[in-house]
Each structure stands twice: as structure tokens, then as C-alpha cells.
């Protein structure tokens, strides 16, 4: 529901969701979408650290660098181990990318002028923000609650 950008495509017999199962795996497969493979693009350039793969045959990053900041735009649900919950919502990918500029071009830019660029979170199931306060202290503090609501049509 709150995954903005698929970085993985599937491809052949993968289950459905009439609960039949996959296919074997050498009749399934998995790739890098057009959007996750630029987003790794510069892997290459070594700019974390590398540690040994789960059998020693390859070496891989120790967190997977990025052009862009994924987590902001696709955001995360979860919790940690000390009963912490958190979730952060999806972005959209424009305005993130728009709001990096202004802060590299003016870092001391204020969250006002960063939420003229990034109106809140872009869920992809739709949505209407209830209330300007609860995003603003979010966005400045990390905590905050943004309550928002589904808009439907009824059609009789």
C-alpha cells in the first residue's frame, strides 16, 4: 500500500493472490526496475565500505548507496527491538529531489520553505492531510502525527 517506486520487477509464475504457489525458481525471476538500477548507478565509485557476502565468494556494500535518499521516498513501516514503532511515509520523487537542491543551493533553508516544495507525504492509494500543524512538527522535529483520510465517490 505505501511503496511509492517498485525497485523490484518480477517476472514469470510468482504465486497470485488466488493462493497458488510459485513456480520453481528456475522458472521465476527477479530484476532491478529502470529506477532502482539509477539509483545504484554509481555503485562502482566505492563510497562505503565493502564486507564479505554470506559464503565469502563475493564482497558486497555494507549498506546499499544510493543517488537519491530511497527510504525518504518510498518510506518504511516497522519498529526496532526496544518497542519503538516507526513509520515514514512515501514521497514524491520530484519534489524530494527538488527540496535536495534548494538545501544544497541554501543550506540554511527552513522547513517553511522546504514544505512549499514538499506539500507532505505522496501516498500512492491516495489520501488528504488532515491539518497543516501535526506535518510541520513532524518534519521538524521527527515526531509528530499526521492524520490523514481516503476521499471516495459514491456512485448510486
Known amino acids: 500500500m505505501e511503496l511509492r517506486n ?13 493462493g497458488d504457489p510459485p513456480a520453481a ?6 530484476r532491478l526496475s529502470a529506477i532502482a538500477s539509477e539509483l545504484i548507478r554509481d555503485i562502482d565509485k566505492e563510497t562505503v565500505d565493502y564486507i564479505p557476502n554470506f559464503d565469502d565468494t563475493n564482497e558486497e556494500p555494507v549498506v546499499l548507496p544510493a543517488r537519491i535518499p530511497n527510504l525518504l521516498i518510498n518510506g518504511s513501516t516497522g519498529g526496532i527491538s526496544a518497542g519503538y514503532a516507526t513509520e515514514i511515509p ?3 520523487l520530484a519534489e524530494v529531489i527538488d527540496a535536495i537542491i534548494k538545501r544544497m543551493d541554501k543550506p540554511t533553508v527552513t522547513v517553511e520553505e522546504l514544505l512549499e516544495i514538499v506539500k507532505g507525504p505522496d501516498f500512492p492509494t491516495g489520501g488528504i492531510i488532515q491539518g497543516y500543524d501535526g506535518l510541520k512538527k513532524a518534519y521538524e522535529t521527527g515526531k509528530g502525527k499526521v492524520v490523514y483520510v481516503a476521499e471516495q465517490t459514491l456512485n448510486l
Open 25 to 30: 525458481m528456475r522458472y521465476t525471476e527477479a
Open 6 to 18: 517498485v525497485l523490484v520487477e518480477m517476472h514469470g509464475n510468482n504465486g497470485s493472490v488466488d
Open 90 to 92: 512515501p514521497h514524491n
